[in-house]
């Protein structure tokens, strides 16, 4: 569709196509019913990102966090590693999964990293205090998804292990104050095996680099506090000009690819982390994504010739969040939330330590 008014961000109009999610979803999304909990996140953050939450209700918010906390699996035998390794979030409660070896093997009351993570950062977005989160089952469910290489599976059904589920194992330990649950070094190892010899990071050793492994591994060290030491100094340069030359206008995921609307997130938000943003050319960028805006119907695309997502919608407001964009809200580069929301958490660390709760 042709842009028109393309240079300007219209806040109104996508805070109009996030929140037009929260309660009718488009009928291709029946494909994403398992990851119901992922949905939610890129739209109530989506939503924090443009300063709108207040488009929500109290009843509205609450009814949320009462329908995350639905999804929580319930509190298992303490001993029994097997059933623990199920705890956390899970995705729905009606669908099955039926693109791996056992096909149409259900996924009811069993944990997902990815949706745990989804759930949690969801909750503090909304104001919720976590008190109803049944933590140190969802740190063991962590803890015993760790596989011996420092990576872990994502799930005990079908359960998939790269990069990405080491990020969301990190967030989830960050933000349940539970480090001391996984094995710290064997992560570290699995992230600096993972740098491939081109310089960014794969989603496991010896696969080819990419911006968004290269976004879970930093992050990870970052959350970790690991990543002023975790890689060599070779690495961080190789690294850090690997990350610079994906700036095409705006940025690429592996070199010799097209521009995507959402590695101005995973690799900007990476550059942010390392310190690097000041080199990116920010008007370039701002253009590039701009130029994906949808002017009618609101919402971003992969690219100007494709249909807006929520997905790309999502990570085009929050790439552009780094350009200090008036309207905007600041964003934190690790945790995929807003710095309003981070202090949030950090008020609720606080009074969960002085309580000896966590
Ligand atoms: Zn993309």
Redesign the pocket.
Known sequence: MENQNSCKLLIDLHIKFLRQFLFQAPKNFVFYEYTRPTILFFMISGLDILNALNVLSSEEKLGICDWIYSQQVKLKPENDIEELRKCGFYGSRTSTVKDCDNENLSQLNVGNLAMTYSSLCTLIILGDDLSRVNRINTLKAVKYLQNENGSFLSSVVCGENDMRFVYCAMVICYILNGFSYINIEKTIQFISQSVHYDGGIGLKPNLEAHGGSSFCGIASLFLMDQLETALTSIQMKNLKRWLIFRQQSGFQ?RPNKDV????SFWIGATLKIMGMFSYVNWEENKNSILLCQNTITGGFS?CSHTEVDL??TY?GLYGLSFMNITGLNEMHSALNISMRAYEHLKVLHNLYKTNSYW
């Open positions: 995921g995507d609307t959402c590695y992969k997905l790309h990570f």
